[in-house]
């Protein structure tokens, strides 16, 4: 008769966003009990993201390490997808990244040409206008050209994270509603903190480094009399800002405008991004001005002084993961690996996988 073990170890995980829920639920698979405290939507990056799961299509010439850990976490998507179960949470299988002029175009030949000497396997197809646009008819006549990512594509946000939760709670864990504020308050053997731009007020030494980015994000509403969304996630550099829309069952969201944000709990939509949003996005797909706007909405991007996600065990007890930026959805799947190896190392490791591997015995 196998013996049993003592109680699974508890983890608690401050934090309710796409970050904290991944990193939940890799843990309670490791055979973990798990406490999930929720601050609520409004406090949620992943709330108002657009959910892309970009790799190549963030790429910046001079961050070839983020490069690299966002392809190594975005190749951990379709398990995880298939962990959830609900083909709902796919949005898009593929990206466009469209050019409005000639100062455009450049940008994006230098970013990929960074992309494919960064990633010599990467996916990157060269497009001139009109093939571009006989992948997307809605596309405007006036860019000159892009590429096509393959395999880059996008997850819902909203129902991502309700999917989550369903599985979270499927597999016996806790969710609470509580904005965590001090961890004196929170009891359990290992505590994450994944709390977005609010982790270094949870933390007690603080967080150096994470700093509040605001960006405004728009969800449109298609009508009876709204032409078809794109099936594409479409990434446009248009007159020299950056906007993109991504498809849903329902619209399309559009986003996202990116500025420091001076107050870290200022969420409040301000009227310029907005317009250049709808401006920008209405341009490169001119059939969305037959769409309702639906919501406006602004988040905090929690930004590293590099842009690597800051994953790293604070004290004996405490985890953190914060710091993910504008690839928090992206990254996630990568930063729960690397917590699952940073709590399998601590001192309840060996008894969360006893319990796994008691649950797992015929």
């Avoid at 963030?58 to 390490?65: L, Q, S, T, Y």
């Avoid at 197809?125 to 008819?137: D, T, V």
């Avoid at 949003?277 to 929690?302: F, K, M, N, Q, W």
Wanted: charged letters at 25%; aromatic letters at 4%.
């Amino acid at each position: 008769m196998r013996k049993k073990s003592s109680a699974a170890p508890l983890l608690a995980v401050v934090g309710g966003g796409a970050v904290g829920l991944i990193c939940a639920l890799a843990a309670v698979d490791d055979g973990w009990r798990v406490r999930v405290y929720d601050a609520g939507p409004r406090r949620r990056a992943a709330q108002v993201a657009g959910g892309m799961l970009g790799c190549l299509g963030e790429a910046r010439p001079g961050e070839p390490e983020l490069l690299a850990a966002s392809a190594r976490s975005v190749a951990h998507w379709p398990a995880l997808l298939r962990r959830l179960g609900d083909p709902s949470v796919a949005a898009a299988e593929h990206t466009l990244l469209v050019a409005g002029d000639a100062a455009d175009r450049a940008y994006l030949d230098e970013a990929m040409t960074f992309a494919r000497e960064a990633l010599p396997a990467a996916a990157v197809e060269e497009l001139s206008a009109a093939a571009l646009r006989g992948l997307e008819l809605g596309v405007a006549r006036l860019p000159i050209g892009g590429y096509r990512l393959a395999g880059e594509g996008a997850v819902d946000n909203r129902r991502l994270l309700a999917a989550l939760r369903a599985a979270l709670t499927a597999a016996g864990a806790e969710l609470v509603d509580a904005h965590v504020t001090d961890l004196a308050d929170v009891a359990a053997d290992e505590i994450l903190v994944a709390a977005g731009v609010d982790s270094g007020a949870v933390l007690p030494g603080g967080l150096d480094g994470l700093r509040g980015e605001k960006g405004e994000v728009l969800r449109l509403r298609r009508t009876a009399w709204s032409v078809a969304p794109p099936q594409h996630v479409i990434r446009a550099r248009w007159r020299g800002r950056n906007v993109y829309l991504v498809p849903r069952a329902d619209g399309v969201v559009v986003g996202a405008t990116q500025y420091e944000a001076l107050d870290g709990q200022d969420r409040g939509p301000q009227v310029g991004g907005v317009a250049d949003l709808l401006a920008d996005a209405c341009e490169v797909y001119p059939g969305l001005r037959t769409y309702e706007l639906s919501e406006v909405a602004a988040g905090i991007r929690p930004m590293s002084a590099d842009g690597l996600p800051l994953v790293r065990r604070v004290d004996e007890g405490v985890l953190v993961a914060a710091g993910h930026g504008r690839n928090g959805i992206a990254l996630s799947p990568g930063t729960a690996r690397r917590v699952r190896e940073l709590l399998g190392a601590g001192a309840h490791g060996e008894r969360a996988r006893a319990h796994r591997e008691e649950r797992s015995a015929p």
